[in-house]
């Protein structure tokens, strides 16, 4: 089997307070804490993994960008997602407006980056979420867009999540 190593920036964006933070503590260091964290401007953390793909074992660093998420600074997020092969936007299932600003997210990324994989996340999915789950699925179904639920509380699908927005950054590497 052959190893191949590849660096990759990826993107984690939603509006404030949707969890963003708190995916990226619960994937990296399997941590959480209930307190809210503002970020300001971004945030870098890395991660090491290995993903298999067709008959080699590729090596990735995955750098993963946590960017502020006050819509209002679209410019300074611009500078941010230069390079970056893709995104987790992610939303909040208990605020439909945040499920909603979603697209706006992957707009403004795309004009920046052009077509990346994408993959949206409603996130605290252990929390009571309404029809949320069905807004969600008609944008990423208009989007062509793959979505998930996930818990950063529970560690529902946080982990799946990051593997499959690796794997889709690979194809092709």
């Known amino acids: 089997m052959s190893e191949r190593k590849f660096m990759k920036k990826m993107c984690l964006l939603g509006d404030a307070a949707v969890g ?4 990226i503590r619960r994937y ?7 307190k ?3 970020t300001f401007g971004a945030k870098v953390t890395t991660k090491k993994l290995s993903v298999a793909a067709a008959e080699e074992e590729l090596d990735l660093t ?4 946590d960017i502020l998420g006050q819509r209002v600074h679209d410019t300074l997020h611009a500078g941010h997602y230069k390079g970056a092969k893709g995104a987790l936007i992610v939303c909040d299932l208990t605020r439909n407006e945040t499920i909603q600003a979603t697209e ?30 069905e ?21 529902l699908n946080v982990e799946k999540a990051f593997m499959s927005i690796s ?4 194809k092709g590497s």
Do not use: C
């Open 20 to 23: 963003k933070t708190s995916l």
């Open 28 to 34: 990296v260091y399997d941590i959480f804490d209930d």
């Open 36 to 38: 809210y964290i503002v």
């Open 62 to 65: 995955l750098i993963i960008w």
């Open 104 to 133: 706006i997210w992957a707009d403004k990324l795309t004009e920046v980056v052009g077509s990346v994989p994408i993959i949206l996340l409603g996130n605290k999915s252990d929390l009571e979420h309404g029809d949320a789950e």
């Open 135 to 155: 807004l969600l699925g008609s944008i990423a179904e208009k989007r062509n867009m793959q979505y998930m639920l996930t818990s950063a509380k529970s560690g």
């Open 167 to 170: 794997e889709s950054m690979l």
